[in-house]
């Protein structure tokens, strides 16, 4: 009990050290914009970057020298609270129409080829606990007004997702973790987005929240991913039906992980 009672005592002086440090930073709109930017850049330059992506990919271990090349499929998505704003890019949201508009961006369902988000926060907008976490994570004049990709899975375009997420986010913590799942909404996301008959594929990785990035776990789902990427169709952009035959594909068990780790 005192284990639990400080931990809830230690949470909420972080999170309000984090709504201090929030203070004069950057809107959820200013934030949608900045991402409508960078992929406007991308798709500009999708031939350009594409050798630079397959030698990285290949020189991180993401894909085996045997492996098919990469064929230019394009990946949209982010890592915690960069999930939040990717999926509002996605929904139909005035702020997020405008910046589509600002950036010369096509309609949602044509932005990408896949989504993927890793550890995402998909909670925000509905009433109460969450609410009050993504205030504090995302600012507080942002928090009332935040769209929920939980609450709003229904609006999205039906772009195949990848979600790599984490057994437990908070190390486990009681208190901790209990507010980290309620604000991340991982588990109501991943509903929603099935029921909104959006293929989708989730790849559980041991890490937590803050280690993800650097976790084998991540390595390995990301690579299973590309060396089976989805073969360019004869006008060479792979279409949105062939995507989602491949997410029909199992995800990998720690037994297909570690023969990955063994081809590279």
Not at 22 to 38: G, K, L, P, Q, R
Not at 115 to 128: C, K, M, T, Y
Request: hydrophobic share 45%; net charge neutral; aromatic share 4%.
């Amino acid at each position: 009990v005192a284990a639990t009672v400080g931990g809830g005592g230690l949470l909420l002086l972080l999170l309000r050290a984090w709504d201090t440090a929030a203070v004069d930073s950057a809107t959820i709109e200013e934030m949608v914009d900045d991402v409508a930017a960078a992929l406007a850049l991308v798709l500009r330059e999708r031939d350009a970057l594409l050798p630079a992506a397959a030698d990285l990919s290949t020189g991180f271990g993401l894909l085996s020298d045997s492996a098919p090349r990469l064929s230019g499929r394009t990946y949209f998505g982010g890592y915690s609270s960069g999930a939040h704003v990717a999926s509002s890019l996605l929904l139909p949201r005035p702020p997020s129409v405008r910046a589509r508009a600002r950036h010369g961006l096509r309609a949602p369902h044509q932005l990408c080829d896949c989504v993927l988000h890793i550890s995402g926060v998909f909670g925000g907008g509905a009433p109460g606990y969450p609410r009050t976490l993504a205030s504090v994570v995302f600012g507080a004049s942002d928090g009332p007004v935040l769209p929920s990709p939980a609450l709003s899975a229904s609006q999205l375009p039906a772009i195949p997702q990848v979600h790599v997420r984490c057994t437990t986010e908070a190390f486990g913590a009681p208190v901790v973790e209990k507010a980290m799942q309620a604000v991340l909404a991982a588990s109501p996301y991943e509903e929603a987005v099935r029921l909104a008959r959006i293929p989708l594929r989730v790849h559980p990785v041991s890490s937590n929240h803050w280690g993800i990035l650097s976790s084998a776990g991540l390595r390995d789902a990301i690579a299973w991913e590309l060396e089976r990427e989805v073969p360019s169709a004869p006008d060479g952009k792979a279409g949105h039906d062939t995507a989602a035959a491949a997410l029909a594909v199992a995800p990998p068990t720690p037994r297909t992980r570690l023969e990955l780790r063994r081809r590279r």
